[in-house]
């Protein structure tokens, strides 16, 4: 019972270690397979049991193998039996790897038996080609590198010298190697150097490590030459290195001298050149303290001449308009008195047909057709002269304290009278009452906006006022016409007239005569207007 514990024990490691294990016989022939060797082979173990040992082997070990076995059972000669070495093994696929190979050898009761543990050693081969070629690299860095590169030990002695580090110094690598770096040294440091790296080495204070400078270097001829020397520190497992990058300012320093005495030269002509600018500059500034004042005495003739121009100009263009504007209003008066003073002289000649009793109300809707018609002459001319005046200039604001209410409702009483039957004027009013503004300017702002509003609708008039701390609004709303909105961006252009009311007599002046009023008192107007729904003018004065 015993010996069956122990031999499930060694099963157990048989088929569970990492490493392949491999029993062979005295023929070569393979007697056990661990689940490691088969599948470090790509066997399965059915496959290789009973096969020659050399099956797994490549050449030239593949056929040589049968008669290393002869050579040992017939001489004792062990090469690898009780030794181990490294080995190359074939795969199934072809494929081949390195491994460790230890080989011993069992003797039992009536045959001997030979077990080889296999360790799979590709992974360290790798790294270690991995280390190779990145130390092939390295080399070819350094052996190629253009500045000198040097490295000593903590002694001061130097281990690696490059061939462009031996170059500059006039040796050979080799001279240099195993010698103290104080040999391309030149004196005082030359005996201090040693001194310098025990020195940094007691208390880690730094000259140069890490920093780097210039510094001048010996040649083994004995010549000197400046360099920049850059120096670091490598720490290894035991000890510590310094390398060192050392780069020729030879021709850098030779640059810079010629620099200096081509600056020195330009530097002297330069001065030179000055003292003579000096003497032509003293002989022209009599000549041109004489110039200025002539091109001064010129600058203000011109000015004045500009000036005087850009008057002329401005009084021309004012004329012009002045003019542009007296014959427009005689087109305009030639069409629209032509209307009101036909009706005049129509209805007074009917007057006198209605002498007998029982005609008065035709005398009465006669006189009141003159007296409207008179009233369209006379807001004609209340237009033209308002807007004469406006663009002469003659009316300034003057604001004063007054009652807006009082203001809209003698506004409305007065106007009206030119209201058409069952159309009413609605007011309304939010707020404190007084306000200080132009008088006559907001009179005649209120009868603009509501004649128009009158005249083109046929429904109630809403004109709305409201006073907060923030502003002063009127508001006048009617439900007429509209205007169109391809024409609202020119509705307070003199003269304009939508095509929509063009059967409906004005003269185009009205909006522009109110915009004119409102820049002067710093307000503002709005409108928005649909047409057949009406139209809604707002008016802001600010405080």
Do not use: W
């Amino acid at each position: 019972m015993q010996r069956s514990e122990q031999s499930l024990r060694l099963d157990a490691i048989f088929n569970t270690v990492t490493d392949g294990i491999i029993t062979i016989n005295r023929s070569g022939l393979i007697e056990t397979v661990n689940p490691a060797a088969a599948a470090l082979f790509g066997y399965d173990k059915a496959e290789i049991i009973g096969q020659n040992i050399k099956v797994l082997m490549p050449e030239p070990y593949h056929a040589k193998h049968d008669g290393y076995i002869q050579n040992y059972h017939s001489t004792g000669d062990r090469k690898i039996i009780g030794i181990g070495r490294e080995v190359k093994g074939r795969r199934k696929n072809g494929s081949v790897f390195p491994f460790f190979l230890s080989v011993s050898e069992v003797k039992l009761e009536d045959q001997i038996i030979y077990t080889g543990v296999i360790h799979d050693i590709s992974d360290l081969k790798r790294a270690e080609k991995a280390v190779l070629d990145s130390q092939r690299q390295l080399d070819a860095i350094i052996n190629n590198a253009v500045d000198g590169i040097i490295t000593i030990n903590e002694r001061g002695i130097m281990q690696i010298v490059n061939p462009a580090a031996a170059q500059l110094f006039g040796y050979t690598p080799e001279e240099l190697i195993g010698k103290n770096v104080g040999v391309i040294t030149p004196s005082p440091h030359k005996k201090r150097h040693d001194s310098y790296v025990n020195k940094y080495m007691a208390t880690g204070e730094r000259k140069i490590i890490g920093i780097g400078r210039e510094v001048v270097g010996q040649r083994k001829d004995g010549s000197m030459f400046p360099c920049l020397l850059s120096v670091s520190e490598i720490n290894l497992d035991n000890h510590r290195l310094f390398a060192g990058m050392i780069h020729d300012l030879t021709e850098q320093k030779a640059y810079e001298e010629d620099i200096k005495r081509l600056n020195s030269e330009l530097e002297k002509r330069v001065e030179e050149r000055t003292e003579k600018l000096v003497e032509v500059i003293n002989k022209h500034l009599a000549t041109n303290d004489a110039l200025k004042k002539e091109i001064q005495e010129r600058k203000a003739v011109e000015a004045a001449l500009q000036k005087s121009q850009e008057e002329v100009r401005k009084a021309l263009e004012k004329e012009r308009e002045l003019n542009e504007l007296k014959s427009r209003f005689v087109s305009m008066a030639s069409h629209e008195f032509r209307t009101p003073l036909s009706t005049i002289l129509t209805s007074a000649s009917l007057i006198g047909r209605y002498n007998e009793p029982g005609t008065e109300d035709k005398r009465a809707k006669h006189i009141s057709r003159i007296k409207s018609a008179v009233g369209n002459l006379t807001g004609i001319l209340n237009d033209f002269l308002s807007l004469s005046k406006l663009e002469e200039g003659k009316f300034e604001n003057q604001p004063e304290t007054f009652n807006l209410t009082d203001l809209v409702y003698n506004t409305i009483d007065e106007i009206k009278l030119i209201t058409k039957p069952n159309q009413k004027i609605i007011y309304q009013h939010e707020g404190t009452n007084e306000v200080t503004l132009d008088r006559k300017f907001s009179r005649n702002i209120c009868i603009n906006l509501l004649s128009n509003a009158i005249k083109y609708s046929e429904k109630d008039i809403f004109i709305s006022t409201s006073i907060t701390p923030k502003k002063i609004q009127i508001i006048v709303k009617d439900q007429g016409i509209g205007i169109p909105k391809e024409e609202q961006e020119y509705l307070f252009t003199r003269f304009f007239r939508a095509k929509n009311a063009t059967n409906i007599q004005g003269t185009g002046l009205g909006l522009n005569i109110v915009r004119k009023y409102l820049e002067l008192m710093q307000g503002s107007i709005t409108f928005e207007s649909e047409l057949q729904v009406g139209t809604t003018f707002t008016i802001t004065f600010p405080l």
